[in-house]
Every structure is written in C-alpha cells, then in structure tokens.
C-alpha cells in the first residue's frame, strides 16, 4: 500500500472514531486450543497458526513459542505503527527494523523461586530507521508512534485481566 493510501485510511478512520467512538470499541478473539507434544492451533477469524515449545520444555517444537509470539506482536506493532504515523505525517522510510529484547529467569516460570517473576524482568526495543527526512520528523514519528502503540501499551502497562473457568465432565 502506497503512503497516500495509508495516510487516507487512517485518517478516514480516525474521522469515523471521532464521529461514532462506538464503532471503535471491539473485542478481539483469539481460541487455542491445546494439542499432544505442548503443540496449540491458535485461530483468530481467517488466520491459523501453530505455536509451541522445544524438547528442552518438553514439547515437540512444532512452532515459534509463546516469547516469540508475544516479542513478535510488540516488535510488528511498533514496526507498523511506525510506517503508519510516517506515512500520515509525509516522513518518508527507506527501511526500518524493530529487534525486541526480553530478559528472563526461568526460575520463575519452573516456580524454582516466588522471589523470581515468572515472566519478563526487562524488554527493550531497539528501532533502526533508514530515512531521507530530517531526523527531527523521524524522531516525532518514533515520539507520536509509540505513544499511539497499542501493543507498547499493553508491554508498559499493568492490565486488568481476569480469568472465567468452565470444567466440562469427561463422558
């Protein structure tokens, strides 16, 4: 999609959030469901994918983990807001490459150690951005992407998430 592209739709978007906010609130679905070997089938509408763990964890490393998974949706939804906000502020990219880092100590996941967090202790994102632009509009882009990013926004910020349990007898 051309930047003139984006730049319309997005903002045609935005005019209709404006507008109509409810049209904007929606629930997103994602089921997993999990298979032999620690091997789950993730579907969200058209799209399945596979996703698992190494022998090292026990599995049969039938796909990328659930780390990869997530430290991929931050690292694709920066990149992608990034052309998005380039494209809507006309600064153009050349090319552009987001790495994720995420440390972490098993400890916690293996419940070798309450003190330990069973998830990450640090993520880091390191954006390289090849661009003709002066770097004052590629750092506003960066600035107004990230404060925009969803994905960012989930990493940084605490959720509220909440558990329902349905158990189904065995026939």
């Not at 959030?17 to 994602?30: D, M, N």
């Not at 469901?33 to 022998?55: A, F, I, M, S």
Request: aromatic fraction near 6%; glycine fraction near 10%.
């Amino acid at each position: 999609m051309h930047d003139d592209a984006i730049r319309e739709a997005l903002e045609r978007n935005a005019k209709a959030v404006a507008l109509r906010p409810s049209i904007g609130q929606k629930t997103g679905r994602t089921t997993v469901r999990l298979k032999p070997g620690l091997e789950c089938e993730l579907e969200d509408g058209p799209w399945k994918l596979t996703v698992g763990v190494g022998p090292a964890s026990g599995g049969s490393n039938a796909g990328p983990g659930p780390g990869t998974l997530g430290r991929g949706a931050l690292g694709s939804c920066l990149a992608i807001g990034y052309a998005m906000w380039a494209a809507r502020l006309h600064v153009p990219i050349d090319s552009l490459a987001v790495e994720v880092q995420a440390d972490y100590d098993t400890r916690g996941e293996l419940g070798v150690s309450d003190d330990v967090p069973p998830g990450y202790t640090q993520v880091r994102y390191i954006v390289t951005i090849e661009s003709p632009a002066p770097e004052s509009d590629v750092r506003k882009v960066i600035a107004t992407a990230d404060k925009y990013s969803p994905y960012r926004d989930v990493f940084a910020r605490a959720n509220d998430i909440r558990r329902e349990l349905r158990i189904v007898p065995a026939v």
